[in-house]
T-cell receptor, first 114, second 112 residues
Framework: LAKTTQPISMDSYEGQEVNITCSHNNIATNDYITWYQQFPSQGPRFIIQGYKTKVTNEVASLFIPADRKSSTLSLPRVSLSDTAVYYCLPRPDILTGGGNKLTFGTGTQLKVEL | DAGITQSPRHKVTETGTPVTLRCHQTENHRYMYWYRQDPGHGLRLIHYSYGVKDTDKGEVSDGYSVSRSKTEDFLLTLESATSSQTSVYFC???????????FGPGTRLTVT
């Protein structure tokens, strides 16, 4: 499975845009990039996934350059409630076997202040 | 929220005793997973299941066993609990169609 590297922590203020970049130099051709969010005392929650270029949903945007060696999660106008740990992880193609096995790293702790 | 429950939610047990954690889903999803989460390690996969009676090991499976006799239940057993197994345990499920994993509320296990 591809190894990912992301910042351990980031600080921001309410109303700002936050960009969290993740590097995944050896991502497999068929892997998608998936991001999860985890609040204290809760299990992770799926945010967004993409294969290349840009994906946007009601929560975030995900930018993946053509070489797919990195990806950037963009959170527009963050609020205090966005304080959480954010995980970047490749999602193996289920057809390669082994089910949908995911490898979570330690993630990025985002702290949003007033 | 996906219909996933874990029981018990909290448990304190003594070293050497057997412990079974239960994960129950109402989504009829094929895949089920057990993770543990410890400070500084993120989430680590213990075991997973890709169908009834079909299970496989994850990256930290030593000291744990699992069983899945029906689609909705996935049991994690610590045959003889040790203090190093003190952790928060999360169950997750996923379906073939969406690939998203949905996590349960977690079980906090303390082994004294």
């Amino acid at each position: 499975l591809a190894k990912t590297t992301q910042p351990i922590s980031m600080d921001s203020y309410e109303g700002q845009e936050v960009n969290i970049t993740c590097s995944h130099n050896n991502i497999a051709t068929n892997d998608y990039i998936t991001w999860y969010q985890q609040f204290p005392s809760q299990g992770p929650r799926f945010i967004i996934q993409g294969y290349k270029t840009k994906v946007t949903n009601e929560v975030a945007s995900l930018f993946i350059p053509a070489d797919r060696k990195s990806s950037t999660l963009s959170l527009p106008r963050v609020s205090l409630s966005d304080t959480a740990v954010y995980y970047c992880l490749p999602r193996p193609d289920i057809l390669t076997g082994g089910g949908n096995k995911l490898t979570f790293g330690t993630g990025t702790q985002l702290k949003v202040e007033l | 929220d996906a219909g996933i429950t874990q029981s018990p939610r909290h448990k304190v047990t003594e070293t050497g005793t057997p412990v079974t954690l239960r994960c129950h889903q109402t989504e009829n999803h094929r895949y089920m997973y057990w993770y543990r989460q410890d400070p500084g390690h993120g989430l680590r996969l213990i075991h997973y299941s890709y169908g009834v009676k079909d299970t496989d090991k994850g990256e930290v499976s030593d000291g744990y066993s699992v069983s899945r006799s029906k689609t909705e239940d996935f049991l994690l057993t610590l045959e003889s609990a040790t203090s190093s197994q003190t952790s928060v345990y999360f169950c997750a499920i996923s379906g073939r169609e969406s690939y998203e994993q949905y996590f349960g509320p977690g079980t906090r296990l303390t082994v004294t």
